[in-house]
């Protein structure tokens, strides 16, 4: 019985100091950030226009805040990265919120986010069955994601009013 207890004791005290310790994995960075304030502006079917020299995609963005962030740093222009044969990356000037679920998965079309650059990655290509970090999704393009594998240079992103225009919103 006393042998029983100890052991008991010891696997509470284990998974104590493993909780106080918390994860080194990309997919926690962030989680459980309490300082941010839990109230945003839904973006949900906001549509944002990634632009380059020879393309334009439409992505239909998420209800995160992670996007809502982003809507709020737009309109941007930065350095297209390819990323190892599926996705173009970007990164941004600064950080969106990490309190959002992560995943690996992807589909041709989905639009992420990775905490850790911090870089924005529309997905081109479906030769990995999964990404190779932990992404937030932000949102999806129905079409014409395709056409970003073989852009480089700069890429622009700017809302897109409701009529299907772009705005002004510099």
């Not at 696997?11 to 104590?16: E, F, Y």
């Not at 909780?19 to 304030?37: H, I, W, Y």
């Not at 380059?52 to 941007?76: G, K, Q, W, Y």
């Amino acid at each position: 019985m006393t042998r029983r207890i100890v052991i008991v004791a010891l696997s509470l005290i284990l998974i104590c100091s493993l909780a106080a310790c918390g994860t080194t994995g990309q997919q926690d960075t962030g989680a459980l950030d309490v300082s941010e304030n839990n109230s945003y502006e839904s973006v949900e079917g906001t549509q944002i226009k990634m632009i380059t020299e020879n393309t334009e995609v439409v992505i239909t963005l998420n209800d995160s805040r992670a996007a809502a962030d982003l809507v709020a740093m737009l309109p941007l222009e930065m350095t297209l990265i390819e990323r190892n044969s599926f996705a173009k990356g970007m990164t941004l000037p600064e950080h969106l919120s990490a309190i959002e679920e992560t995943t690996r998965e992807y589909e041709i079309g989905d639009f992420g986010y990775w905490n850790a650059g911090p870089d924005l990655a529309i997905f081109y290509d479906d030769i990995y069955e999964q990404t190779i970090v932990e992404v937030i999704p932000l949102g999806h393009a129905e079409t014409g994601a395709e056409t970003m594998a073989k852009e480089a240079g700069t890429v622009r992103l700017e809302l897109v009013n409701k009529e299907g225009e772009q705005t002004e919103n510099e």
